[in-house]
Structures are given as structure tokens and as C-alpha cells.
């Protein structure tokens, strides 16, 4: 069954991973799905639309689905029951009146409610023009009663405006004009809820409210799964887990973020305290380098979701210490005396190490086709980092969507699915493919030098006159944060 999805005109690349993650959610492949291979939705373009646009045909098993995906997707505007479409109101009508009538019937009954409301993309209606076009439906009949709040069925008028390339849209060839019913529609008021400047507790590396979310819907968080973060901070991501419903479990390398915060107060538990919503299972100081558990536990969690520290505004560390690390003294056992005020030394902790150490734990605890969600770092003028993604034999990559953060350094969300049982042959052929993965990659990420390498100065970086490498097609630039 077909619906019209309308997207925020924001995060372009994230916009359809989330639907297809949020259709697995929701059962939409549970008759599709063929083995560890992930099913994918069908998507169709509007007629002249750009492939940036907001606006897109996406094929869904039931209405039921489509209500799920909207109302719990971040990007998701709103999922729509086309009843109609036309490069001009006649054709429009034309298109509306041919639509089945058991289609249109239940919702036009005597005792129902209903709400029209039109929306452009492109342009500025005023209300003296939304109102003439609401009459010019008189065509559809309508037997129930208007009511602006709340109505039963909420039907919308969308025109998107021909106005070709240049006002800092994805470009529209020719007008296009929708009516449909609303199927399921985004919650409005979570991302202003759940905002970092009102949050009790954060850190330099919070992550945002709105990409905490979309990383949760990428790791199907939800009610009976448990969500674990090896890089927990100040509980950013594990706060957008647990609003859907999922225990949460997170780890940090710095006591003093996990069990002091600012305070009694203010802490990681104050900002789960801060919005109603359970409390972690657990928060350990631990090492991803030298992960805690014990040998024989593995598959527990359902997804891990986090963000490595890899050194544009933290840094990675591990335990150890410059002396340990190079074999000067022994290993140390911290005693008992000790224990509550002790901090143990640590040492620089590479990308390429963390990424490793990351796989190798994710395919030892998660359970088989659960996900693994995380950032990873690009520098935009390098040919190799876009293409040549950390890899593991346990895991598919599904999805990979770019956000760029500045013209040099972008960051790309990372989303795997588990389709192997971990073995010692898995591990070393996993060693293989990290040595490999070492070896193909730039000395920004072996050496942890990504700071530098993103803020010196531009006119050092330069390409010389003829260096293809660094020509890049640039994205598209669109403006407005919410359209």
C-alpha cells in the first residue's frame, strides 16, 4: 500500500534509514524476511521531484505500519493516504473524484469529525488564500462536523511551488498539488522537551537531543531491549533509548562522569530523574580496551549505540599509563583501601584502536541481529575515509548517513547488523581486516591526530594546482532547519 511521506527538510541522508529501520520495528519485512538480509522498503519519487525532496511514495504492508513509523520517527513530518494529486486544482479534482469511494466513504460519514489543513513547500500562504482553497474542496462530501482540536480524521492540502532551483530549495520543475488523509504524524513537542540547554547535566560532548533519538530508532530501541553505551558521558543517548522504552546500561573510562557528576543533583541518574524515565541498569567505570566481563558472557545486549571518542572535541583514553605501556612496570591491582578515591592512570587511545575494540565487543555481546550504532569521523578531503568504513565478519553494514559538520570534517552514523555467531576464527579473521583497515587508512586516524587535522589552518591544506584528489563534488547546500 502506498503512502506519501513528507519529511523535515533537514538531515537528508538520515531520513530514509530511519523509516526502513523503524519498518523493521514494526513488522513490516516479518513475511519478506530472507535470512540475515535485511529487507528493504520501496520508495518512488513524485513526478519532476529532485531526489533532496521532502516528499516521497513509500510502499507499507498496512495503514497500521505507517502510523507507527510517523508517529515515532524524528524526520517523518507526516504519513499520508493520498487521495489525490495534479499539476493544477482541476487536475487535482479529477484525481480526487476518480479515488475508490470505499476508500473515501468511512471518513466522510455523518458523526465524524474532521480538520483541513493546507501546507505549501516553496511558498507563503496567507490565510485569506488557505481559506479559498479549503472551499474549493467542496466537491468532496464532507458529511461530518469541523473541529480544529482534535478531530477524528485530519485531511491535508499540499502545494508545492514550481519554482525551479533558486531560492535555496531542492528544485521542483513543475507545480504539484496533494490531498490526503493524515495516516500518523510527528510528535511536535519532543524535540523542545528533551533540548540540551534545559538538561541538568552535560558535558562538552553531549549529544544532541534529536540525534539521540534518530540513533535510537536506528538501533530499534524499544520496551523488553537492552541498550548498552561504552561511552556513556553524561548519558546523552542513553536518555533518547530509554524515552522509547529500552533498558539502558552505559560505561565511561572517567569515574568522576559516571558516579560524581556536579553533585548529588547533578549527575547522569538526575538527567533520567530530570524527564520520569527508568533509571540505567547499571553505569561502570570500565575501559573499552579492557573490557569488564567476565570470559563466557556474551549476547546481552540487543543494541549498542554510541559516539567513540575520536579526538575533534575529546579525546580517547584507555588504561594504562605511559610506563605500563611500554612495558616498564607490571600490571597493578588496586587495593582495597584505595578503591573509593583512586584514579587510575590512562593513557592516548587511537580511533583505530577504539573502532577495533568496538567490533570486537559488539560481535562477542550482542545478540544475533542485534545493531550496532555508532559515529564515525571524515575528513572531506580525503578520498579514502569516505569509502573504506571499519569492517567485521560478524556484521552488515545497512546504512550509512553523512552529516557534514564544517567544509573539512563531516561524520558519518554507522548502522550494523549482527548475521554471525563470534569464534575464535571470526576474531582472527576480524584482526585481519582491522590490520587491513589500518593499513588502507590515513595517519590522522592511526595517530589520533584528527584536532589538528580538522582546525589548522585552511591554507595549509591546500591541494596543489592539478590534484585531482582533493576536487570533491560538492553537496548541495539547502537552506532552513525545519521547512
Known amino acids: 500500500m502506498w503512502f506519501l511521506c513528507v519529511f523535515y527538510h533537514r538531515l537528508l541522508d538520515y531520513r530514509k ?127 461530518g ?34 490531498f490526503g488523509r493524515e495516516v500518523g504524524g510527528a510528535d511536535r513537542k519532543l524535540i523542545p522537551t528533551y533540548q540540551l540547554k534545559s538538561r541538568t547535566y552535560l558535558g562538552p560532548t553531549a549529544m544532541d537531543a534529536e540525534m539521540a533519538f534518530l540513533m535510537a530508532n536506528q538501533a530499534l530501541a524499544a520496551s523488553g531491549k537492552l541498550v548498552y553505551d561504552p561511552f556513556t558521558g553524561t548519558g546523552s543517548i542513553l536518555v533518547g533509548a530509554a524515552h522509547f522504552g529500552a533498558m539502558t546500561m552505559g560505561a565511561d573510562i572517567d569515574i568522576r562522569v559516571v558516579r560524581d557528576g556536579r553533585g548529588p543533583n547533578c549527575n547522569v541518574w538526575s538527567n533520567f530523574k530530570q524527564y520520569g524515565l527508568p533509571m540505567p541498569v547499571g553505569l561502570l567505570r570500565a575501559d573499552n580496551n579492557r573490557p569488564p566481563w567476565r570470559s563466557g558472557l556474551k549476547e546481552i545486549f540487543d543494541a549498542i549505540i554510541c559516539d567513540p571518542p575520536y579526538g575533534v572535541r575529546a579525546g580517547g583514553r584507555k588504561s594504562g599509563g605511559r610506563k605500563l605501556l611500554k612495558g616498564a612496570v607490571e600490571p597493578y591491582v588496586v587495593p582495597d583501601d584505595k578503591r573509593t578515591d583512586h584514579i587510575p592512570s590512562t593513557a592516548p587511545y587511537s580511533l583505530v584502536e577504539c573502532v577495533h575494540d568496538l567490533l570486537d565487543l559488539a560481535a562477542k555481546m550482542l545478540v544475533m541481529q542485534g545493531r550496532l550504532v555508532f559515529f564515525y569521523p571524515v575528513l572531506r578531503d580525503d578520498d579514502c575515509a569516505e569509502t573504506h568504513f571499519p569492517d567485521h565478519p560478524c556484521f552488515k553494514l545497512i546504512s ?36 587491513e583497515f589500518r593499513e588502507n587508512h590515513v595517519k590522522w586516524l592511526q595517530d589520533g591526530n584528527l584536532h589538528s587535522a580538522v582546525f589548522s589552518p585552511i591554507d595549509s591544506q591546500l591541494p596543489e594546482a592539478g590534484d585531482s584528489k582533493f576536487i570533491k563534488d560538492p553537496k548541495p547546500k539547502y537552506r532552513g532547519k525545519y521547512v
Open 17 to 143: 534509514p530511519e523509516v526502513e529501520s523503524l519498518a523493521h520495528l514494526f513488522g513490516a519485512f516479518q513475511d519478506q524476511q530472507n535470512g540475515d538480509v535485511p529487507s528493504q522498503l520501496q520508495w518512488k519519487l513524485p513526478l519532476h521531484h529532485h531526489s533532496d525532496s521532502p516528499f516521497h511514495f513509500v510502499n507499507l504492508p498496512s495503514e497500521q505500519v505507517a502510523r507507527s513509523i510517523a508517529n515515532r520517527s524524528i524526520l517523518v513530518k507526516g504519513m499520508y493516504e493520498l487521495w489525490g494529486e495534479g499539476s493544477s486544482y482541476e487536475e487535482l479534482k479529477d484525481s480526487v473524484l476518480s479515488y475508490p469511494d470505499e476508500r473515501k466513504l468511512p471518513y466522510l460519514e455523518a458523526g465524524s469529525t474532521f480538520k483541513i489543513t493546507v501546507d505549501s513547500f516553496g511558498k507563503v500562504m496567507s490565510l485569506d488564500e488557505q481559506k479559498e482553497l479549503i472551499q474549493g474542496l467542496s466537491y468532496i462530501p464532507f458529511k
Open 145 to 178: 462536523q469541523v473541529k480544529l482540536k482534535n478531530p477524528d480524521h485530519n485531511f491535508w492540502l499540499i502545494e508545492i511551488d514550481n519554482y525551479g532551483g533558486n531560492n535555496g530549495l531542492p528544485p521542483i520543475i513543475q507545480r504539484r498539488i496533494f
Open 400 to 435: 550509512s548517513s553523512e552529516q557534514i559538520l564544517s567544509s573539512r570534517y563531516s561524520r558519518v552514523l554507522l548502522t550494523m547488523v549482527k548475521v554471525g555467531a563470534y569464534t575464535e576464527e571470526i576474531a582472527l579473521a576480524a584482526r585481519l581486516k582491522h590490520l
